[in-house]
């Protein structure tokens, strides 16, 4: 019974959730590979990344004590050596330092990251992909993980200027989909892109001073789509190197922001792939 897999933490200090002492000032991402899951979603699919035997697996679970009954299913998804912890408003609110009013936490860890070459030659032969440079954003992480899993990208891949998607605010704006869709951090924005091209990539970066309009990009096999930081934008050594392109806007309109762009130019791309 779930009961009797419940364990009561009564003080704020008690060593056994120490890990989620004081998380907004602390964040647990680089130590170790692990990392902070919040909310109801979140948990569910750590809960199946676990149970799947994939990249995530997670360590412990604290919630608020009246959230356990809801969560009933996820808790049981979780394995038995997986302890779930429960805490009232007060207690819990001590812990993390601030008021929790979702009351969902999870320690999760990443195993060791594959290397990049490897992780490029398991990519499908038609592939759509989506690559950020510079992205040091939380929330522009977050909203590009989240599109990808939306329109059915194959892959995220971050250079290694870009903030990591284990930041809790980043997995949970991507409501959990850095846990669902494969993605590597690793090189730098020039080569992580030159070894998309030497895999049969058509590599296309998103500017405004894009030189193809987006509905024009040609079908492809294999398709990576490049964005940069909200307004400096890709270097112009990417945009001289690689396709550039653009999404038609109004005039006098500066930019999309980086989630909104990516979103839109994903759908489009997708429609692209031969996939068949």
């Not at 149970?51 to 004590?65: I, Y």
């Not at 195993?111 to 992205?135: E, M």
């Not at 930041?167 to 992580?192: E, F, H, I, N, W």
Request: aromatic share 6%; glycine share 10%; proline share 5%.
């Amino acid at each position: 019974m779930m009961g009797d897999r419940l364990i009561e933490i009564t003080h704020p200090d008690d060593p056994r959730i120490a890990e989620f002492r004081h998380i907004r000032e602390r964040d647990l991402t680089g130590r170790e590979n692990r990392f902070i899951a919040e909310g109801t979603v979140v948990l569910r699919l750590l809960a199946q990344a676990h149970a799947a035997g994939g990249d995530f697996v997670a360590e412990k679970v604290l919630l608020l004590r009246n959230r356990a009954a809801g969560l009933e299913e996820t808790i049981a998804a979780f394995p038995p050596a997986v302890p779930v912890y429960v805490a009232e408003a007060s207690v819990l609110d001590g812990i993390v330092g601030f008021h929790l009013h979702r009351g969902v936490l999870a320690l999760g860890r990443r195993g060791a990251q594959t290397d990049i070459d490897a992780f490029l030659d398991r990519l499908p032969k038609r592939a759509l992909v989506l690559a950020g440079c510079g992205i040091s954003n939380h929330d522009n992480v977050g909203s590009m993980f989240r599109n990808a899993a939306a329109f059915g990208a194959d892959a995220v891949l971050l250079d290694e200027t870009c903030c990591d998607p284990l930041y809790r605010k980043a997995l949970r704006v991507s409501v959990g989909s850095v846990l669902t869709v494969p993605y590597c951090r690793q090189l730098s924005d020039v080569d992580l892109l030159t070894a998309l091209s030497g895999r049969g990539f058509s590599v296309w970066s998103l500017s405004p001073r894009g030189e193809v309009d987006i509905r024009a990009v040609p079908p492809a096999d294999r398709v990576a789509l490049v964005v940069g930081r909200e307004g400096e934008g890709l270097p112009q050594k990417i945009l001289s190197a690689f396709g550039s392109l653009r999404i038609p806007q109004a005039p006098g309109l500066d930019s999309l922001n980086v989630a909104t762009a990516s979103g839109i130019a994903l759908f489009a791309l997708a429609s692209l792939i031969r996939r068949v």
